[in-house]
């Protein structure tokens, strides 16, 4: 399908149409939209039926070598949305991202004005961020509860920026959120060959799965 180049408020993006819904998914505090694990996962997600619109956030746009701030972020997501429901017509929107991006997706979901506004039927996050690397906490989720949309969390099992019992703990007390492992996968979704079960690529088991939640739950 046409992949499109565009600018949204001066920022770079990319839009991958397709059938079912359209993501508008952040990138991480590290790398930008095009970076490779984004690109693998939107050109999963696209053959699944779920379209993205990928874009930088002003501090990556820019070269800087910190975040922006929660409410910079904010605006640029709900930019993002703006050009995205234009984009997507009738078809279902989404808000989500890798670690940093799909944190500040959440959010931006807290507020449940913004979600109607946009018409935002669910959330997306691979990789979410629930605390600094091997310091397990909470604090992080302490906002998830407040969203009253359908959520999906993607996380590897080898993650270190989100513990294992940590993690389902916290999305267990969420009626509306759902986790699913990866096996073997680390925040990068790197997988250990040897001992992951599975023969599915990663990127085909996360879109598959982002999918079939997409049908049962939104």
């Known amino acids: 399908m046409k992949i499109q180049n565009l600018r949204i408020d001066g920022l770079s993006s990319t839009y991958m149409p397709s059938d079912d819904a359209l993501l508008v998914f952040g990138h991480g505090a590290g790398a930008d939209y095009q970076h490779p694990h984004m690109t693998a996962i ?7 039926g779920i379209g993205t619109l990928r874009f930088n956030f002003p501090f990556m746009e820019s070269k800087k070598q910190r ?4 409410g910079i972020c904010l605006t640029t997501i709900a930019a993002a949305l703006t050009r995205a429901r234009e984009l997507a017509g009738t078809k279902p929107l989404l808000v989500g991202g890798h670690s940093f991006g799909g944190r500040m997706a ?3 979901s807290s507020d449940n004005r913004s979600t109607q506004h946009y018409g935002v039927s669910g959330v997306v996050c691979f990789s979410f961020p ?3 690397a091997n310091k397990p906490g909470t604090e992080r989720a302490s906002h998830l509860p407040e969203i009253n949309k359908p959520q999906l969390y993607l996380s590897g099992n080898r993650d270190t920026l989100a513990n294992t019992q940590l993690l389902e ?10 986790l699913h492992w990866l096996e073997t996968a680390d925040h990068s979704f790197k997988i250990l060959v040897r001992t992951r079960r599975s023969t599915e690529d990663i990127y085909e088991e996360a879109a598959r799965v982002a999918s079939e939640w997409l049908k049962s739950a939104c």
């Open 42 to 48: 939107a050109e999963a997600l696209q053959k699944r």
């Open 67 to 70: 975040v922006d701030s929660r």
């Open 106 to 108: 959440t959010h931006f």
């Open 130 to 132: 629930l605390h600094p």
């Open 169 to 178: 703990r916290t999305l267990a007390a969420i009626p509306q959120a759902t």
